[in-house]
């Protein structure tokens, strides 16, 4: 008799934490080569005029908590493009990019790109243009800066 008296609250744990499991995400693996090639919109090459970062409320990490993610615009004179349109060699484009800032709970899930380039580094992006303008580098390793500089 105690067994079925304690079986809702049991339940209802196991029923919540299967359905709370369903909005958790997995880190993200690296792209190959290939995969980044095939799933950009743009690919360019430039240097870095300008890097900056706010933190905001989370638009990845939806689940109960308090999720902050660090955004970053980073601005880059194009170089040169190996794909995509509209953009041109001279143009400057912003970039938007993110890493988490705050997470609690903490949870496992996207943890944004991997590397976030500074001024003056000369950068190739793999893009994907953004709903209402703009662009984004794939996730997680859309971005490569280039040794040396050059």
Do not use: C, Y
């Amino acid at each position: 008799m105690i067994l079925r008296k304690n079986r809702f609250p049991v339940t209802f744990l196991g029923i919540f934490f299967a359905v709370s499991n369903l909005s958790s995400w997995a880190a993200k693996a690296p792209l190959s080569p290939e995969k980044l090639q095939k799933e950009a919109s743009h690919i360019v090459s430039g240097k870095i005029l300008e890097v900056t970062a706010k933190v905001q409320k989370s638009t990845v990490e939806k689940g109960i908590g308090l999720h902050r993610d660090r955004v970053f615009t980073i601005k880059i004179r194009v170089r040169s493009i190996s794909k995509g349109a509209g953009v041109k060699p001279g143009d400057q484009i912003d970039v938007i990019a993110w890493q988490p800032s705050t997470r609690i709970p903490p949870r496992p899930g996207l943890q944004g790109h991997e590397l976030i380039p500074k001024k003056a580094d000369v950068v190739t992006f793999h893009l994907r243009r953004k709903k209402g303008g703009g662009f984004e580098p794939l996730l997680p390793n859309g971005i490569a800066v280039r040794k040396g500089g050059d």
